[in-house]
């Protein structure tokens, strides 16, 4: 089931300590500029979906596909990436990475069927795979360990462009231009991006060669595929009250447990166990999938929130969420050169304790929602979001041994994709039950049956024995029954960080420790 995998002449590198000053700084912007074209492209594309719906006369459910297919191929194909990185060597791959997501994003925009859409956005997902384990495990290797939290710093502040500013462009694009101008925006970053890693950047020195473990591979791949499918359908297929979810479920918990087989008794497993035994690493693997948890989750939430309940504009909504992101970019990039001096697990607890305060806050939110008081507590949440990121990704690969790197990045990015689809899923799935159990509980006592009613002076836009007053009170019902549903969804998030707060105590403080964790200690 293994078998050698080629290698390539690999150039070394000076000693991190050897490149500083403009020309670190300059290999930073490089190396963020590259996942960065894979950042803009989902969100950017996610607003575009409408537009795209009706230029292709297809339905909600067939357009979808067009996120479905690249999101199950870029997380099927991010675990490959991080493991042969080191064979063929960090620079050839995240450059063929960046051409050929950028290639397959200009034919996905030349595209005039959906077919050929989510032929191109399978392939695109391919190679966006690539771009953010690879680019933040190089990225590491040119700072030292103790500076990893600054370069995490810079990292965090890239990576939240897209988040912050991609939605605002999509939606810009796709308002004034068509759905094609989404796909093309990431030709001139894709650009600058190659050119910059091509002659910015130097390779780094590669590790031996090792047996590439095909089943490993395919057994995951079709767990993730199958996980990933589950998470982006389920919804709209009822989750396991559909046959085909059962089925995939059962090939999917049928190819992990191969995988977990292979990986334990392998000699060469596709990934090694071994970098679980770092309780850093494994705590961070934790605490970041709950990032992508409550990140997404929370981007599924505040939007209609906002619009639905309290009724702003898209654009007013836009415009109040905002200094979320601005909080999240300053944090970021504060947070990164003092936590070199604090211990930063006490500075993670912290942000997660206020990202739980301030997601209770808002459950307490009625109908008139203050613009002022939303603003606020929206950039106290972002400050708490870079704080909370920045440390954990520093911490969660401060202990691990250089040669462990790539495949811990790569896995770290998985489970921060597969967070999301929880995320997304999680949410949007507890709405739409708390809101159909909190309409039914409401109806069962506002009905013209209700003998207690009937005693009640209502007003006479809400009269019960005109069909027109029985609609009224039905609208006001179901907008209640909805706020209620949003009430529950942010209290379930305040308490699913809050539980996830105790993983700090299995990770070690960094600043304590002098060399890095071995394999099993």
Same mark, same amino acid.
């Given at each position: 089931m293994t078998a050698a995998a080629p290698t390539a002449a690999i150039g070394p590198l000076p000693a991190p300590a050897q490149i500083s000053g403009a020309r670190l700084k *300059? /290999?930073?912007?490089?190396?963020?500029?590259?996942?960065?074209?894979?950042?803009?492209?989902? #969100?950017?594309?996610?607003?575009?979906?409408?537009?795209?719906?009706?230029?292709?006369?297809?339905?909600?459910?067939?357009?979808?596909?067009v996120l479905t297919s690249y999101l199950v191929t870029l997380s099927v194909m991010t675990p490959l990436w991080g493991v042969i990185s080191g064979n063929f060597g960090r620079k050839p791959l995240i450059l063929l990475a960046i051409v050929g997501f950028s290639t397959f994003a200009l034919l996905s925009g030349l595209s005039h069927s959906l077919e050929e859409i989510m032929l191109w956005r399978a392939l695109q997902g391919i190679f966006g795979a690539a771009l953010l384990p690879i680019a933040m495990s190089w990225l590491l290797s040119f700072y030292r360990r103790e500076d990893f939290s600054i370069a995490m710093a810079w990292w965090g502040v890239g990576m939240m462009f897209g988040p912050v500013f991609g939605p605002t462009i999509g939606g810009y694009v796709a308002e004034y231009y068509n759905w094609r101008w989404a796909f093309y925006l990431n030709m001139p970053i894709g650009v600058l991006a190659?050119?910059?890693?091509?002659?910015?950047?130097?390779?780094?020195?590669?590790?031996?060669?090792?047996?590439?473990?095909?089943?490993?591979?395919?057994? *995951?791949?079709? %767990?993730?595929?199958?996980?990933?499918?589950?998470?982006?359908?389920?919804?709209?297929?009822?989750?396991?009250?559909?046959?085909?979810?059962?089925?995939?479920?059962?090939?999917?918990?049928?190819?992990?447990?191969?995988?977990?087989?292979?990986?334990?008794?392998?000699?060469?497993?596709?990934?090694? =166990?071994?970098?679980?035994?770092?309780?850093?690493?494994?705590?961070?693997? /934790? *605490?970041?999938?709950?990032?992508?948890?409550?990140?997404?989750?929370?981007?599924?939430?505040?939007?209609?929130?906002?619009?639905?309940?309290?009724?702003?504009?898209?654009?007013?909504?836009?415009? /109040?969420?905002?200094?979320?992101?601005?909080?999240?970019?300053?944090?970021?990039?504060?947070t990164g050169y003092f936590i070199k001096r604090i211990d930063p697990r006490k500075v993670i607890g912290l942000a997660m304790l206020t990202i739980a305060a301030t997601m209770w806050e808002i459950s307490t939110f009625t109908e008139d929602i203050d613009r002022t008081r939303l603003i606020i507590n929206n950039f106290i949440?972002?400050?708490?979001?870079?704080?909370?990121?920045? =440390?954990?990704?520093?911490?969660?690969? #401060?202990?691990? =041994?250089?040669?462990?790197?790539?495949?811990? #990045?790569?896995?770290?990015?998985?489970?921060?994709?597969?967070?999301?689809?929880?995320?997304? %899923?999680?949410?949007? #799935?507890?709405?739409?039950?708390?809101?159909?159990?909190?309409? %039914?509980?409401?109806?069962?006592? /506002?009905?013209?049956?209700?003998?207690?009613?009937?005693?009640?002076?209502? =007003?006479?836009?809400?009269?019960?024995?005109?069909?027109?007053?029985?609609?009224?009170?039905?609208?006001?019902?179901?907008?209640?029954?909805k706020l209620l549903a949003y009430i529950a969804d942010f209290q379930l998030l305040a308490i699913l960080i809050a539980a996830c707060i105790p993983v700090l105590f299995f990770m070690n403080n960094p600043h304590k420790m002098k060399k890095p964790v071995t394999a099993g200690s």
């Amino acid at each position: 089931m293994t078998a050698a995998a080629p290698t390539a002449a690999i150039g070394p590198l000076p000693a991190p300590a050897q490149i500083s000053g403009a020309r670190l700084k *300059l /290999i930073t912007v490089a190396l963020i500029l590259a996942p960065l074209i894979q950042v803009f492209d989902t #969100t950017i594309v996610s607003i575009a979906l409408r537009q795209m719906q009706g230029a292709l006369s297809a339905t909600q459910d067939q357009v979808s596909w067009v996120l479905t297919s690249y999101l199950v191929t870029l997380s099927v194909m991010t675990p490959l990436w991080g493991v042969i990185s080191g064979n063929f060597g960090r620079k050839p791959l995240i450059l063929l990475a960046i051409v050929g997501f950028s290639t397959f994003a200009l034919l996905s925009g030349l595209s005039h069927s959906l077919e050929e859409i989510m032929l191109w956005r399978a392939l695109q997902g391919i190679f966006g795979a690539a771009l953010l384990p690879i680019a933040m495990s190089w990225l590491l290797s040119f700072y030292r360990r103790e500076d990893f939290s600054i370069a995490m710093a810079w990292w965090g502040v890239g990576m939240m462009f897209g988040p912050v500013f991609g939605p605002t462009i999509g939606g810009y694009v796709a308002e004034y231009y068509n759905w094609r101008w989404a796909f093309y925006l990431n030709m001139p970053i894709g650009v600058l991006a190659f050119f910059m890693v091509l002659f910015v950047v130097p390779e780094t020195a590669g590790r031996p060669p090792r047996k590439f473990n095909y089943f490993g591979f395919v057994t *995951l791949g079709i %767990a993730i595929a199958a996980l990933q499918f589950i998470l982006d359908r389920g919804q709209r297929l009822d989750w396991f009250q559909s046959q085909m979810i059962v089925w995939v479920a059962l090939v999917g918990l049928s190819a992990f447990w191969l995988f977990l087989v292979n990986s334990l008794s392998s000699a060469t497993p596709f990934i090694d =166990p071994a970098i679980f035994r770092d309780r850093n690493y494994l705590g961070g693997t /934790i *605490l970041r999938t709950l990032f992508g948890v409550l990140l997404f989750g929370s981007l599924v939430l505040l939007p209609p929130f906002v619009q639905e309940i309290g009724g702003y504009t898209v654009l007013d909504s836009g415009l /109040i969420l905002a200094p979320r992101g601005a909080g999240t970019m300053t944090a970021s990039f504060l947070t990164g050169y003092f936590i070199k001096r604090i211990d930063p697990r006490k500075v993670i607890g912290l942000a997660m304790l206020t990202i739980a305060a301030t997601m209770w806050e808002i459950s307490t939110f009625t109908e008139d929602i203050d613009r002022t008081r939303l603003i606020i507590n929206n950039f106290i949440q972002g400050l708490a979001f870079g704080t909370f990121m920045v =440390p954990l990704n520093s911490v969660a690969f #401060t202990t691990m =041994p250089a040669e462990q790197r790539d495949a811990g #990045t790569a896995f770290y990015s998985l489970l921060n994709n597969i967070g999301r689809g929880f995320g997304v %899923a999680l949410f949007s #799935t507890y709405l739409a039950y708390a809101n159909q159990r909190f309409h %039914a509980g409401l109806t069962e006592h /506002i009905s013209p049956v209700v003998e207690t009613l009937r005693h009640v002076s209502l =007003p006479d836009a809400w009269s019960l024995t005109e069909p027109v007053g029985i609609a009224a009170l039905e609208r006001t019902v179901s907008k209640q029954a909805k706020l209620l549903a949003y009430i529950a969804d942010f209290q379930l998030l305040a308490i699913l960080i809050a539980a996830c707060i105790p993983v700090l105590f299995f990770m070690n403080n960094p600043h304590k420790m002098k060399k890095p964790v071995t394999a099993g200690s």
